[in-house]
C-alpha cells in the first residue's frame, strides 16, 4: 500500500501521508515529475525522498515510485473535499440529532464504488465518513478500504461504541484514517445513557475510547453540551484533557434538517454562545455533501435542490456553484433585513431555523433582546 499520496489540490499540488496531518505543496514540476514516474520502475526522487524525512521521519531511499506513491490526476471538477452519510442508521438515540428519521438504508455495494469513484474523480482529497454510525453500514469496512485506495485522507464521525471491535482497530492499523473524531455525551453513565436515550451508551463508550486510545488513534473528541449534561461539563473537559486529546465544546444544537426543532428543547440555555459572523463559505464550490442514496448537496444543511449522482453521474456536480449562488441569497423571512450583513448564520441554516419556528434568540440577532431577558 501507498506511502504517500501526491495530488492536485484546488489551485495547487499537495503531498500528503494517511495518518499523518502534516502536508508539504509542491511545485507544478515536482508534481509533473512525479505523475511521470508514477507507474514505472523508477526510484522516487531524491528531493522526495528528502521531503518525506524531514515532513514524516519516512525513509524511502531505494523504493520505487509505483509501490511507494500513489499519483493522483488532474480533475476538471477540482473539489477539494466532501462528507458522506453513509448510513443514517445509528445505534444510539440521541435528543439532539439533526437527522430525525435514521433507517438502516443505503446504496448498495456496487453503487457504493461508483459514488467513490465520481469523489475520486471530481477531485476530493479529503473525505468525511459519516452517520448516523457509520460503523454500522454494512458496507463500512469495504467502503473505508476502496476510498483508502483511491487516496482519500479519511476522517470518521463515529460515537466510538464500536471501536473496541478488532476488525475496526485492524482496519484502522492497516489503513491509517486522517483522523476519527468521537462525540462525547456526558462524564457519567447517567448522564450518558439519558441523552443518547441507551442504557449501556457510556459503558460501550468508554470501552470504544479504551481501544482506540491503546491503539494510538488520532482522535478529537466533539464534547455536546445539553441540559441533560450541563453539569458535567467541566468533567468532560477534564477528563479528555485526561486522555491527552483535542476537544471542542459544542452547544448550540440546530433543529432537524427537514425542518423539525426537537432538538432546540435539549439545548441547554446556560451554555448557549453567541455565533460569530457568518463571513461566507465555499459550499458547493470546493466541497459537498452526499446522503446515504448519493443525493448530493452544497452541505449537510443546504439539502434543497439536490443532484442525484446516481442518476446524472459524476457531470451533475457541475450545477453545484449555481445551487449554493441561490441557495445564499437572503431570502423569505431574511429578505430586506437591516442586520444581514453582520448576520451569524447563512441562509440555508436560517431558513431551517424559520421552518422549525425557532425562537429568534437562537440563530437572530433580532432575538439578542429576547435573550438578555430570558
Same mark, same amino acid.
Given at each position: 500500500m501507498h506511502d504517500l499520496v501526491?495530488?492536485? $489540490?484546488?489551485?495547487?499540488?499537495?503531498?500528503?501521508?494517511?495518518?499523518?496531518?502534516?502536508?508539504?505543496?509542491? #511545485?507544478?514540476?515536482?508534481?509533473?515529475?512525479?505523475?511521470?514516474s508514477a507507474n514505472t520502475s523508477s526510484l522516487v526522487p531524491h528531493w522526495l525522498?528528502?521531503?518525506? &524525512?524531514?515532513?514524516?521521519?519516512? /525513509?524511502?531511499?531505494g523504493q520505487r515510485s509505483?509501490?511507494? !506513491?500513489?499519483?493522483?490526476?488532474?480533475?476538471?471538477?477540482?473539489?477539494?473535499?466532501?462528507?458522506?452519510?453513509?448510513?443514517?442508521?445509528?445505534n444510539f438515540g440521541c435528543k439532539h440529532c439533526y437527522l430525525g428519521e435514521r433507517p438502516l438504508a443505503? !446504496?448498495?455495494?456496487? &453503487?457504493?464504488?461508483?459514488?467513490?469513484?465520481?469523489?475520486?474523480?471530481s477531485g476530493v482529497l479529503w473525505l468525511q465518513i459519516t452517520g448516523g454510525e457509520p460503523t454500522v453500514d454494512?458496507?463500512?469496512?469495504?467502503?473505508? =478500504?476502496?476510498?483508502?485506495?483511491?487516496?482519500?485522507?479519511?476522517?470518521?464521525? %463515529?460515537?466510538?461504541?464500536?471501536?473496541w471491535k478488532p476488525e475496526i482497530l485492524r482496519l484502522f492499523r492497516d489503513l491509517p484514517p486522517y483522523r476519527v473524531v468521537v462525540s462525547m455525551y456526558g462524564a457519567s453513565e447517567a448522564a450518558f445513557d439519558e441523552l443518547t436515550q441507551r442504557r449501556g451508551a457510556w459503558k460501550a463508550f468508554q470501552r470504544g475510547m479504551a481501544a482506540a486510545r491503546n491503539a494510538?488513534? #488520532?482522535?478529537?473528541?466533539?464534547i455536546v453540551v445539553t441540559e441533560d449534561n450541563a453539569h458535567e461539563v467541566d468533567a468532560m473537559k477534564a477528563l479528555v484533557e485526561d486522555w491527552g486529546l483535542d476537544h471542542h465544546v459544542y452547544?448550540?444544537?440546530?433543529?432537524? $434538517?427537514?425542518?423539525?426543532?426537537?432538538?432546540?428543547?435539549?439545548?441547554?440555555?446556560?451554555?448557549?454562545?453567541? =455565533?460569530?459572523? $457568518?463571513?461566507?463559505c465555499n459550499a458547493g464550490v470546493t466541497f459537498y455533501h452526499a446522503d446515504p442514496h448519493a443525493m448530493v448537496s452544497i452541505c449537510k444543511i443546504g439539502r434543497d435542490d439536490q443532484i442525484d449522482l446516481m442518476a446524472e453521474g459524476i457531470h451533475g456536480l457541475r450545477r453545484l456553484g449555481e445551487i449554493s449562488d441561490r441557495l445564499m441569497l437572503r431570502t423569505g423571512g431574511c429578505s430586506g433585513c437591516s442586520l444581514s450583513g453582520s448576520?451569524?448564520?447563512?441562509?440555508?441554516?436560517?431558513?431551517?431555523?424559520?421552518?422549525?419556528?425557532?425562537? !429568534?434568540? %437562537?440563530?437572530?440577532?433580532?432575538? /439578542?433582546?429576547?435573550?438578555v431577558h430570558s
Open positions: 501526491v495530488s492536485p $489540490f484546488l489551485d495547487g499540488y499537495l503531498t500528503v501521508r494517511p495518518g499523518s496531518t502534516t502536508c508539504v505543496r509542491l #511545485p507544478a514540476k515536482h508534481y509533473e515529475e512525479v505523475r511521470q525522498v528528502g521531503l518525506a &524525512q524531514q515532513a514524516w521521519a519516512l /525513509d524511502l531511499r509505483e509501490t511507494a !506513491l500513489l499519483v493522483r490526476e488532474r480533475t476538471e471538477l477540482g473539489f477539494a473535499r466532501a462528507s458522506w452519510e453513509i448510513n443514517l442508521y445509528c443505503g !446504496l448498495s455495494w456496487e &453503487q457504493k464504488v461508483k459514488l467513490i469513484d465520481i469523489f475520486r474523480d454494512p458496507h463500512f469496512e469495504g467502503a473505508y =478500504r476502496y476510498a483508502y485506495r483511491q487516496g482519500m485522507m479519511l476522517t470518521v464521525s %463515529t460515537n466510538a461504541s464500536r471501536l494510538s488513534l #488520532p482522535l478529537r473528541v466533539s452547544t448550540n444544537m440546530q433543529p432537524t $434538517f427537514s425542518g423539525a426543532g426537537d432538538p432546540l428543547l435539549v439545548q441547554s440555555t446556560e451554555f448557549l454562545r453567541k =455565533r460569530p459572523v $457568518f463571513q461566507g448576520c451569524r448564520v447563512c441562509r440555508p441554516l436560517a431558513k431551517v431555523y424559520q421552518e422549525a419556528k425557532a425562537p !429568534l434568540r %437562537t440563530y437572530c440577532q433580532h432575538g /439578542d433582546k429576547e435573550m
